[in-house]
């Protein structure tokens, strides 16, 4: 090879790499985004198709307060081995599956009177 083609290589090469380095900040940027989102969804709480119904047909909404709080009783629920439990929040109770972040179904004020929770292993109240 002539002097000239290791040069017309050098800057091919050159040139080449400077794009992908770019691709590379770029796809580390999208990376953090990614992981940033799938941790979020590790700790986000999904409310099953019955209970959203349930929630809806008995007029009973959730404030921001009450989500934090039912977090934490999650977190609480899973230090302690807990995999399906009885949540308690002030006049609300909901019947969660600690280890897919799903509520299952909701039960209001009305319902807790006279009313038996099967298939559950623990107990949150908040």
Do not use: C, Y
Request: overall charge positive.
């Amino acid at each position: 090879m002539s002097k000239i083609d290791i040069r017309q290589l050098e800057n091919r090469l050159i040139t080449s790499s400077k794009p992908i380095e770019r691709k590379q900040i770029d796809s580390n940027k999208n990376f953090d985004q990614i992981l940033e989102k799938i941790q979020n969804k590790e700790t986000e709480i999904k409310f099953s198709k019955h209970a959203a119904e349930r929630l809806s047909s008995r007029d009973m909404g959730l404030t921001s307060d009450e989500m934090a709080r039912l977090k934490s009783a999650f977190s609480k629920a899973e230090k302690k081995g807990v995999k399906d439990a009885l949540i308690l929040i002030d006049d609300k109770a909901f019947i969660a599956n600690i280890n897919n972040k799903v509520i299952i179904t909701t039960v209001n004020k009305e319902q807790l009177k006279d009313n038996i929770f099967t298939n559950i292993d623990g107990a949150v109240i908040i």
